[in-house]
C-alpha cells in the first residue's frame, strides 16, 4: 500500500511538472520571446525619444518594447514640430507552430505573454520640420521644395528673395 502511494505521488510530480512547464512556453514565446526591439532614428539626430510617454533617450536608439499591445512613440527637439506615430501588434507567423505543436494551449500561453504578436513597423526614421514652416512638395517630392516662413531665425543666412511679377512670359 506505501508503495501504491509513492506510486501515486511520484506520478503525480510528474504531471504537475509537465504541466507546468507547458504553462509557462509556448511556441512564438520560445522563438521571439514577450519583447522586440524597434529601432527609432531621426533627422536630425538626437532627439528626445519617448514611448507611451516614457523617455528612451535620444535618437537613434533601439526601443524593446512589449508585444503585448501597441505603443505611441513621440519623437521631439527643440526648434522642431514634434514627431508622432503608433506602433501596432498584429499576429505573428508562429501562430500555425503554436496549433501544431502546443495546440490551444500554447496559442493561450502566447497570447496572454504577448508572444503572439509582433510590432509594426519595426524601424521609425522620420525627417523632422522645423518648427513654424510649410513646406510645398509634389506628389513624388522630386522638385524644389519652397518653405514659407512667417518669423525667421536670426541666425539664417538669406540666400534668395522671391519677386513679384506682374506678367508672366514664357
Not at 58 to 67: D, G, I, Q, Y
Not at 158 to 168: E, S, V, W
Request: net charge negative.
Amino acid at each position: 500500500m506505501l508503495r501504491d502511494k509513492k506510486s501515486v505521488l511520484s506520478g503525480l510530480c510528474v504531471g504537475i511538472l509537465v504541466l507546468a512547464v507547458m504553462t509557462v512556453v509556448g511556441c512564438a514565446t520560445i522563438v521571439h520571446g514577450t519583447t522586440q526591439g524597434v529601432g527609432i532614428s531621426s533627422t536630425p539626430t538626437n532627439a528626445k525619444v519617448l514611448v507611451d510617454g516614457q523617455s528612451y533617450g535620444n535618437a537613434p536608439v533601439t526601443a524593446e518594447l512589449s508585444r503585448k499591445k501597441s505603443h505611441v512613440v513621440r519623437i521631439e527637439l527643440d526648434g522642431y514640430e514634434p514627431y508622432e506615430t503608433t506602433i501596432t501588434r498584429d499576429m505573428s507567423g508562429w501562430v500555425i507552430g503554436n496549433v501544431l505543436s502546443w495546440g490551444i494551449l500554447g496559442i493561450v500561453i502566447d497570447a496572454v505573454s504577448g508572444g503572439i504578436y509582433e510590432l509594426s513597423p519595426d524601424q521609425i526614421d522620420p525627417t523632422l520640420k522645423t518648427a513654424g514652416v510649410s513646406q510645398i512638395l509634389d506628389k513624388d517630392q522630386s522638385s524644389i521644395h519652397i518653405a514659407v516662413v512667417l518669423e525667421p531665425q536670426s541666425d539664417w543666412k538669406k540666400i534668395g528673395q522671391l519677386k513679384r511679377l506682374d506678367t508672366f512670359s514664357e
